[in-house]
């Protein structure tokens, strides 16, 4: 049992080095972002549908819209920056 013990410690110590948890991290984030950012989108896709020629209801959606592609840009940005700062620190 001690023998097992001692063989599966190093690579349990090395699956969690700083580079693996900020994978992790990011990858996580980058899922909920994804995850929000459909969401958001059909959101208001279906003020769109339900807008019916309405205007007011037009112009907020086209706004919401508008500020659904500036947070997407964003998070491509943020995301695009975590990968040059890990490049570049070897991480």
Partial sequence: MLLAVLLVLPAM???WTVGSILA???????TIFG????VYFLWYGGMFLMARG???KTAEARKGALWGVV???IGL???GIV??????FGI
Avoid at 83 to 88: A, F, L, P
Wanted: net charge neutral; charged share 5%.
């Fill in 13 to 15: 110590a090395k699956a």
């Fill in 71 to 73: 947070g997407v840009i």
């Fill in 83 to 88: 990968q040059v700062i890990s490049v570049t």
């Fill in 35 to 38: 995850v929000a950012a459909v």
């Fill in 77 to 79: 940005m943020s995301y």
């Fill in 54 to 56: 309405d205007p007011a």
């Fill in 24 to 30: 992790n991290t990011v990858n996580l984030i980058g």
